[in-house]
């Protein structure tokens, strides 16, 4: 399988426990959009869809970004 570096160009929100990721694109591109919003919520230690309430290989490499970004904020 091919992977492709992906960069968030646009924001997050969060609300309730959801983080809803807006603009995702590949990594060196600078217009549109790769993929429509995304919404995600952590069960259990786990990043899942919010709707569907399972993970996917797209939520859980958000999902590590996002523990990242909580990890940095907390510590920097």
């Known amino acids: 399988m091919e992977s492709v570096e992906l ?13 809803l990721i807006k603009d995702i694109r590949p990594a060196h591109k600078e217009g549109g959009s790769l993929l429509p919003p995304v ?8 990043w899942v869809h919010s709707d569907s309430l399972k993970p996917s290989n797209l939520s ?17």
Do not use: F, P, Q, W
């Open 39 to 46: 919404k995600l919520r952590k069960v259990e230690a786990v």
């Open 60 to 76: 859980m490499a958000i999902g590590k970004a996002l523990d990242r970004r909580e990890e940095d904020s907390t510590n920097g």
């Open 7 to 19: 960069a968030l160009k646009g924001g997050i929100e969060h609300s309730d426990g959801i983080y």
